[in-house]
């Protein structure tokens, strides 16, 4: 196992970040380094725990691995699907898919905004790396909103539609799930896709039975997305 970095390391990097000699700044420093050593850590072993229920692995089997009860693990990584995600380190794109699903699902007549609406929404930003790969397999939004009418078809309008419409379980645990693909990138921010990737995360979302019906699988996807990340890199 890659080991990381010991105390002194640690020491350094935060003294070396702070940029003063003065105690209280070398604090501050120090106290914003280990919340988000520990906010990465947490989303990291969240990002495992979801690949192993994905993989049809129980609870008891997680929390014996992690060495807790299953009631601690499944309250810590199932229930915490269900908060509200931060979009801090989301880039504008991302965010603009994110609020462009809101907009799908008021003209859809939903009163929630599913996976589905995240994946309709991607279109709202042609450039973006997620649209591109999705477009270079011929993916449209012409397909993707015909393979969705057939699963989850559009509603009768409804004053239910004109409140604010929260995200199903599964569309918040893509939402969350995008920060682990990046991390698992070695990324320091959430792009559109990050998104795309997270969908895989979960075959049974509206979402990625679309996407394998149309045969994008993660894989490729996976390789796709890399692909044009290399050329923007150069």
Known sequence: MTPGPDLQQLINTIKADAGSDDELQQLGTAASTISELTSTGDAALGFFVDRARGAGKSWVEISAVLG??????????????????????YTQRAKNVVQAATQV?????????????????FFAEP??????????????????????????????????TEGEQPYTRRATKVLHGAVAEALTLGHNYVGTEHLLLAFYQDRETVATKVLLEQELDEQTAWQDARALLDQYSK
């Open 68 to 89: 807790v009860s299953k009631q601690a693990a499944h309250k810590r990584f199932a229930d915490s699907w269900s908060t509200s995600p931060q979009f801090d380190r």
């Open 105 to 121: 699902a008021r003209e859809r007549n939903h009163n929630f905004v599913g996976t589905e609406h995240l994946l309709l929404a």
């Open 127 to 160: 450039d973006s790396i997620a649209t591109k790969v999705l477009t270079a397999r011929g993916i449209t939004e012409q397909t993707v909103r015909e393979a969705v009418d057939v699963l989850s078809p559009a509603a009768e309008p409804t004053s239910a």
